[in-house]
């Protein structure tokens, strides 16, 4: 952790205009200075950087930030990163916490490893280019595959021979030690004798790197037709190495996939490389596993798009299917794009140039909706039972979409082009959204009785708070965005402070993610209720109140109401943020100082309303926010009206008709409390 004494050395150093001026070419006007915006397609110099305020804004796309956000944002780095760049700029020692004993056998163990497959990528590469057998076979198998040798290097591929080119001799030769050499994945260990092997041999190499460029992993492919032989071998989990959060080809395409804003997605090693030789950058791929959420978080972290192109046969057509739900569920939109089924992307990235992949891609990707029902209704045509199979299948993957305007426009387009109803149909994605919360909800309520020995009625054990802000957090200042929905998010928040861990007592049906018996406290209806909306407070204050209760809420044990809300309110008023600090002790006391007695008194009675007032602010909150989206929507119809983009209108009308209807709904439950 960097303390806060080097940031602000940091902070003090940086002049942006310098930064900045390293990436884009700046000139002088005035006061300020002027460039192309590197985060949009810029014609006309619309960035213009402040030295006096250290800022930079571009008048065009939007983009505003420091110099650390600068960096954060067009080099992919982490805050600390970012800070550690601009202390290496400036000259300035980074100061950090002192490491345990424990973290730095940790850390000097964790590079060691990353050093070892350095040099194991090296030797791959060396054998390749550098020996007879490497050019005999591994090159030239290569180069059957149409690689070029600047592709090759790019991707830094090698090849790993058989005796006498063994490379965990070489390794011990060279003075690495054999415990990280087992422990990399790269060596195999004999029983019995101690002996060590090597895991990949008479294989054509390729290494795996991290987001940041470190080779983490190797996947070896046998030239050999024997079918006894595996075709591939694969570096197995390690302390680097987590194939379920790794993809192939995301170091070489990050940039690509940021600028582009779009990510597509293949399935091996060789469909991402001729793709990228094509021209097609912005490929990645899961390297013969599953897509996993952590892999989808990693894509999300440079674009929020997803293309998947798979092969047009069968195995190909499932391996998509899989995968759009899960897209679909981490809040990303996602297309689909079948090739011929006598291609894959290697293939076809082979036979087709730059503009031809390019056009195909653009002319055949479906959004998920039109990809499921022109594939699945085929073969339902004449089954009306199986034709309502698909139909839920098709509902399934809506009730999966993250953003509940676009998961309403889903709705729409379901039941127009299946001639159902809109309610019916809007009651069947709610129906699987319920059937999913519950399963999450016994998942979580096993996983907390399988924590560490956890047992029904013992204390939950404490989980540590993190121990450093995030990167975006405002320690100060706090500026109020909309004054409106301020209101609203601290009436919000004053539940939370004062009566989070109080239950909730519903009739029957009236929420309907609560189980029969099953006790609702007020933090966990408003948190459900918001993020079932995908909903997140915009003004910093109350949002950062906001995650910080639910972070210390997680900590605390499973006891009465009461001593939860002290302990709650004691974090809460002894925090150093003095404008957290303050807002809190304003949310306890209101206008006007209370007494201990005359505190724990004013309690009962509004504790027992709690179960009409808390849905009421939950509803108030959620129906000004649709009420703003209205409001900009009927603007942007005008504006589309002006300018005559009337592909666009019908869209932005029928947006608009479902926000009026999600309005109604609203307003009718809001009369019924």
Same mark, same amino acid.
């Given at each position: 952790?960097?303390?806060?004494?080097?940031?602000?050395?940091?902070?003090?150093?940086?002049?942006?205009?310098?930064?900045?001026?390293?990436?884009?070419?700046?000139?002088?006007? /005035?006061?300020?200075?002027?460039? =192309?915006?590197?985060?949009?397609?810029?014609?006309?110099?619309?960035?213009?950087?402040?030295?006096?305020?250290?800022?930079?804004?571009?008048?065009?796309?939007?983009?505003?930030?420091?110099?650390?956000?600068?960096?954060?944002?067009?080099?992919?780095?982490?805050?600390?990163?970012?800070?550690?760049? =601009?202390?290496?700029?400036?000259?300035?020692?980074?100061?950090?916490?002192?490491?345990?004993?424990?973290?730095?056998?940790?850390?000097?163990?964790?590079?060691?490893?990353?050093?070892?497959? +350095?040099?194991?990528?090296?030797?791959?590469?060396?054998?390749?280019?550098?020996?007879?057998?490497?050019?005999?076979?591994?090159?030239?198998?290569?180069?059957?595959?149409?690689?070029?040798?600047?592709?090759?290097? @790019?991707?830094?591929?090698?090849?790993?021979?058989?005796?006498?080119?063994?490379?965990?001799?070489?390794?011990?030769?060279? /003075?690495?030690?054999?415990?990280?050499?087992?422990?990399? /994945?790269?060596?195999?260990?004999?029983?019995?004798?101690?002996?060590?092997?090597?895991?990949?041999?008479?294989?054509?190499?390729?290494?795996?790197?991290?987001?940041?460029?470190?080779?983490?992993?190797?996947?070896?492919?046998?030239?050999?037709?024997?079918?006894?032989?595996? $075709?591939?071998?694969?570096?197995?989990?390690?302390?680097?190495?987590?194939?379920?959060?790794?993809?192939?080809?995301?170091?070489?395409? @990050?940039?690509?996939?940021? $600028?582009?804003?779009?990510?597509?997605?293949?399935?091996?090693?060789? #469909?991402?490389?001729?793709?990228?030789?094509?021209?097609?950058?912005?490929?990645?791929?899961?390297?013969?596993?599953?897509?996993?959420?952590?892999? !989808?978080?990693?894509?999300?972290?440079?674009?929020?798009?997803?293309?998947?192109?798979?092969?047009? +046969?069968?195995?190909?057509?499932?391996?998509?299917?899989?995968? !759009?739900?899960?897209?679909?569920?981490?809040?990303?939109?996602?297309?689909?794009?079948?090739?011929?089924?006598? %291609?894959?992307?290697?293939?076809?990235? *082979?036979?087709?140039?730059?503009?031809?992949?390019?056009?195909?891609?653009?002319?055949?990707?479906?959004?998920?909706?039109?990809? $499921?029902? %022109?594939?699945? =209704?085929?073969?339902?045509?004449?089954?009306?039972?199986?034709?309502?199979?698909?139909?839920?299948?098709?509902?399934?993957?809506?009730?999966?979409?993250? %953003?509940?305007?676009?998961?309403?426009?889903?709705?729409?387009?379901?039941?127009? *082009?299946?001639?159902? @109803?809109?309610?019916?149909?809007?009651?069947?994605?709610?129906?699987?959204?319920?059937? *999913?919360?519950?399963?999450?909800?016994?998942?979580?309520?096993?996983?907390?009785?399988?924590?560490?020995?956890?047992?029904?009625?013992?204390?939950?054990?404490?989980?540590?708070?993190?121990?450093?802000?995030?990167?975006?957090?405002?320690?100060?200042?706090?500026?109020?965005? %909309?004054?409106?929905?301020?209101?609203?998010?601290?009436?919000?928040?004053?539940?939370?402070?004062?009566?989070?861990?109080?239950?909730?007592?519903?009739? $029957? #049906?009236?929420?309907?993610?609560?189980?029969?018996?099953?006790?609702?406290?007020?933090?966990?209806?408003?948190?459900?209720?918001?993020?079932?909306?995908?909903?997140?407070?915009?003004?910093?204050?109350?949002?950062?109140?906001?995650?910080?209760?639910?972070?210390?809420?997680?900590?605390?044990?499973?006891?009465?109401?009461?001593?939860?809300?002290?302990?709650?309110?004691?974090?809460?008023?002894?925090?150093?943020?003095?404008?957290?600090?303050?807002?809190?002790?304003?949310?306890?006391?209101?206008?006007?100082?209370?007494?201990?007695?005359?505190?724990?008194?004013?309690?009962?009675?509004?504790?027992?309303?709690?179960?009409?007032?808390?849905?009421?602010?939950?509803?108030?909150?959620?129906?000004?926010?649709?009420?703003?989206?209205?409001?900009?929507?009927?603007?942007?119809?005008?504006?589309?009206?002006?300018?005559?983009?009337?592909?666009?209108?019908?869209?932005?009308?029928?947006?608009?008709?479902?926000?009026?209807?999600?309005?109604?709904?609203?307003?009718?439950?809001? @009369?019924?409390?």
């Amino acid at each position: 952790m960097i303390d806060r004494a080097t940031i602000d050395k940091i902070m003090d150093a940086v002049r942006i205009e310098e930064v900045i001026g390293d990436f884009v070419s700046l000139r002088k006007r /005035g006061a300020n200075y002027l460039g =192309l915006c590197p985060f949009h397609q810029d014609k006309n110099p619309s960035m213009s950087v402040s030295s006096t305020k250290g800022i930079f804004k571009c008048f065009a796309c939007g983009k505003a930030g420091n110099a650390v956000s600068f960096l954060m944002e067009h080099e992919h780095l982490t805050y600390v990163e970012a800070l550690r760049y =601009l202390a290496k700029k400036y000259h300035i020692e980074i100061v950090e916490k002192e490491e345990t004993a424990e973290e730095i056998a940790h850390r000097m163990r964790y590079e060691s490893l990353l050093v070892v497959t +350095d040099y194991a990528q090296k030797y791959y590469a060396d054998i390749l280019w550098n020996t007879e057998v490497g050019k005999a076979i591994g090159l030239s198998y290569f180069h059957e595959r149409k690689f070029t040798d600047e592709t090759i290097r @790019k991707f830094g591929l090698g090849y790993a021979a058989s005796r006498p080119l063994t490379f965990c001799s070489k390794a011990l030769q060279d /003075g690495y030690k054999k415990e990280f050499l087992l422990a990399a /994945g790269l060596c195999l260990e004999r029983e019995g004798t101690g002996e060590l092997y090597d895991r990949f041999f008479d294989r054509v190499m390729f290494p795996i790197h991290s987001i940041s460029g470190r080779v983490i992993a190797f996947g070896g492919r046998t030239l050999k037709t024997d079918k006894s032989v595996a $075709k591939y071998v694969n570096s197995p989990q390690s302390e680097i190495y987590d194939k379920s959060r790794s993809l192939y080809g995301i170091f070489q395409a @990050k940039n690509s996939i940021a $600028k582009e804003d779009k990510c597509i997605l293949v399935e091996g090693y060789a #469909d991402v490389i001729s793709m990228h030789q094509a021209g097609v950058t912005n490929v990645v791929a899961s390297s013969g596993t599953s897509l996993t959420v952590e892999q !989808i978080r990693l894509i999300k972290r440079f674009t929020e798009k997803v293309t998947i192109i798979y092969d047009g +046969d069968a195995a190909g057509i499932k391996a998509a299917l899989r995968g !759009i739900d899960l897209v679909l569920e981490e809040g990303l939109s996602v297309k689909v794009v079948l090739l011929p089924p006598e %291609d894959d992307p290697d293939s076809f990235a *082979k036979s087709h140039n730059l503009i031809e992949i390019r056009e195909y891609i653009e002319e055949n990707e479906k959004d998920f909706i039109s990809f $499921k029902s %022109d594939l699945l =209704l085929e073969e339902s045509q004449r089954d009306p039972v199986r034709r309502a199979q698909v139909i839920g299948d098709i509902l399934q993957s809506v009730s999966a979409v993250a %953003d509940p305007i676009l998961r309403n426009i889903y709705v729409e387009v379901v039941a127009e *082009k299946f001639d159902q @109803k809109i309610d019916s149909v809007l009651a069947k994605v709610s129906e699987f959204r319920s059937k *999913k919360k519950a399963l999450e909800r016994s998942r979580r309520r096993y996983e907390d009785q399988q924590h560490q020995g956890w047992q029904p009625g013992a204390d939950r054990p404490e989980a540590p708070l993190p121990d450093e802000e995030p990167a975006d957090a405002q320690p100060s200042g706090y500026p109020v965005r %909309d004054a409106y929905l301020a209101v609203l998010e601290r009436e919000l928040c004053y539940y939370l402070i004062k009566f989070g861990a109080y239950p909730l007592h519903f009739e $029957k #049906d009236m929420y309907y993610g609560a189980e029969p018996g099953e006790e609702i406290t007020v933090s966990r209806y408003i948190r459900e209720s918001l993020e079932d909306d995908g909903l997140v407070f915009v003004n910093d204050l109350y949002r950062t109140l906001f995650d910080r209760y639910y972070a210390f809420e997680a900590t605390l044990s499973r006891e009465d109401p009461e001593a939860s809300q002290q302990r709650i309110i004691r974090y809460f008023t002894t925090s150093d943020d003095e404008a957290l600090n303050q807002a809190v002790f304003d949310l306890i006391l209101e206008e006007h100082v209370l007494t201990v007695k005359t505190y724990e008194e004013s309690i009962p009675p509004e504790a027992q309303l709690l179960s009409t007032t808390v849905p009421k602010s939950v509803l108030i909150y959620k129906l000004r926010i649709t009420e703003q989206q209205c409001a900009a929507t009927t603007k942007e119809i005008t504006l589309a009206q002006r300018e005559g983009e009337t592909g666009n209108l019908r869209d932005l009308v029928r947006r608009l008709q479902l926000l009026n209807t999600v309005k109604n709904r609203l307003s009718k439950e809001l @009369k019924r409390l």
